[in-house]
């Protein structure tokens, strides 16, 4: 599958930072917030990447990730020069994605869990419907919500009400080409947006999606605030530093799946725990 990676948008819970600089690099304990989406990409072993950001912020992402060569991928770059919403930025790589099946992910969405991915591989593996990535959450307020009416399910964003059933859409959504052809049917939001929600709404009606519910044990965040960074931060410095392992390193994935040698291991590496990972190093 290909994936395409958001890293735009106006950021405008995280103003005036967001001002000046794009939250997609903006720390998250020791890295950049874009280290933690693009792992689950190479974790889900995605090596053909559309990275969609606006024009100014292009050369910040390319002279921190590069052409994608260094990793073993391949990155292609396509300017959103104004946010007006998910599809839009979508509707902008459509031709690039090709007849591919695509994962696509917000690139202020943090996942953890071993299992989480080692299911997602197997369900991607024998991949027969489109389908979203779900959570409970304890403040449905804040996202769009997956409710089920009767056997329909729908989704609705930042409802007042809900039920105990309803589950939280992350931001990774995993869909057959075929969903393309349905893009041109989506209208702007009150938001002035293009809602992916929207289109959500029209492959369930029609059938066309299925949820994953993420197990319990395993973490979802969704860094669109001060407060969701700083929490991110205390989780991956508690883990990081009470098991004496590194979350998200890209340089240990892409060694891993056998993208990279030793060689540019190395080079790519952090620090020296990175590299610690391998006793024949």
């Known amino acids: 599958m290909i994936g395409v990676l958001l890293l735009g948008g106006s950021g405008k819970r995280l ?48 002279k921190l990730l590069g052409n994608g060569k260094k990793y073993g991928v391949k990155f292609t770059y396509v300017i959103q020069d104004k946010p007006k919403g998910i599809i839009n930025a979508l509707s902008l790589t459509k031709k690039k994605i090709g007849k591919e099946n695509f994962i696509l992910l917000l690139g202020d969405n943090f996942f953890y ?111 669109g605030t001060i407060s969701d960074f700083n929490n991110v931060g205390k989780f991956v410095e508690i883990i990081e530093n009470r098991q004496d392992l590194i979350i998200s390193s890209l340089a240990e994935i892409c060694y891993r799946n056998q993208w990279i040698d030793k060689k540019q291991l190395k080079k790519l590496a952090i620090n020296k725990k990175e590299i610690a990972y391998f006793s024949d190093l």
């Open 15 to 62: 103003k005036p930072i967001s001002d000046v600089v794009n939250k997609h690099l903006l720390p998250v304990y020791n890295k950049p917030l874009v280290y933690y989406s693009l792992s689950v990409l190479f974790l889900l072993k995605v090596k053909k990447i559309i990275l969609v950001t606006n024009r100014s912020d292009k050369k910040l992402f390319f």
């Open 113 to 223: 869990g071993n299992n989480f991915f080692l299911n997602l591989k197997k369900k991607i593996s024998k991949l027969e419907n489109s389908f979203i990535v779900c959570k409970e959450v304890s403040n449905p307020n804040k996202y769009g919500m997956l409710f089920k009416n009767k056997k329909k399910f729908y989704i609705k964003e930042k409802p007042k009400k809900i039920s105990k059933e309803a589950l939280a859409v992350t931001g990774l959504y995993f869909y057959k080409n075929n969903v393309l052809q349905y893009l041109n049917r989506i209208r702007k939001s009150k938001r002035n947006e293009y809602e992916i929600s929207d289109l959500n709404n029209i492959l369930l009606r029609l059938g066309l999606l299925d949820k994953y519910e993420i197990p319990r044990g395993n973490v979802w965040f969704d860094c």
